[in-house]
T-cell receptor, first 111, second 112 residues
Framework: DGGITQSPKYLFRKEGQNVTLSCEQN?????MYWYRQDPGQGLRLIYY???????QKGDIAEGYSVSREKKESFPLTVTSAQKNPTAFYLCASSIPLGGYTFGSGTRLTVV | ELKVEQNPLFLSMQEGKNYTIYCNYS?????LYWYRQDPGKSLESLFV?????AVKQEGRLMASLDTKARLSTLHITAAVHDLSATYFCAVDSSWSTDKLIFGTGTRLQVFP
């Protein structure tokens, strides 16, 4: 079955450490997105990519980085510059006018 | 800048009752989406509304879009406990991308 796979489901980061969240899709979608969700809040866009080897900053890109070397993959790195990274991270992909298909999410906690 | 507002933010309702969730947005768009999120889970697509006057129904939920009023509604008919979840609307922010801006969500709790 086609879908989006995010891993890991839970991730713990130490102070000053970079961590990478994986997002893989086999839907053949061109566009992919990363959102952050804080408890009781809506979703805020971190980065998005409409095509391989191209990506744009969203509303809260500071402290994050991405790459899009393959159509299927859009990993997100949370760098040490992100001072408050504890949140639920959602990856999504889309086709034009089709809305999003979301992954199951990664819950990141700073320890 | 596109802003998307939902109300109410929290809704507690009795089983069997009807209610409507409202989604207002600030700039022109004729593409609006509704999603459901269960606690600790990801988002599930409910409705895709792509034109003025669009109406979609699935079970006890019905969504509509009025692009002139920049308003979408999600109507719940005869609520049941299984509908308890958080509901988000999202609006396309640009003609050239599918970048969605999400509302703050409406947390729905249905009790017996």
């Amino acid at each position: 079955d086609g879908g989006i796979t995010q891993s890991p489901k839970y991730l713990f980061r130490k102070e000053g450490q970079n961590v990478t969240l994986s997002c893989e899709q086999n839907l053949n979608h061109d566009a992919m997105y990363w959102y952050r969700q804080d408890p009781g809040q809506g979703l805020r866009l971190i980065y998005y990519s409409q095509i391989v080897n191209d990506f744009q900053k969203g509303d809260i890109a500071e402290g994050y980085s991405v790459s899009r070397e393959k159509k299927e993959s859009f990993p997100l790195t949370v760098t040490s510059a992100q001072k408050n990274p504890t949140a639920f991270y959602l990856c999504a992909s889309s086709i034009p006018l089709g809305g999003y298909t979301f992954g199951s999410g990664t819950r990141l906690t700073v320890v | 800048e596109l802003k998307v507002e939902q109300n109410p933010l929290f809704l507690s309702m009795q089983e069997g009752k009807n209610y409507t969730i409202y989604c207002n947005y600030s700039t022109t768009s004729d593409r609006l989406y509704w999603y459901r999120q269960d606690p600790g889970k990801s988002l599930e697509s409910l409705f895709v509304l792509l034109s003025n006057g669009a109406v979609k129904q699935e079970g006890r939920l019905m969504a509509s879009l009025d692009t002139k009023a920049r308003l979408s509604t999600l109507h719940i008919t005869a609520a049941v406990h299984d509908l308890s979840a958080t509901y988000f609307c999202a609006v396309d922010s640009s003609w050239s991308t599918d970048k969605l801006i999400f509302g703050t969500g409406t947390r729905l709790q249905v009790f017996p």
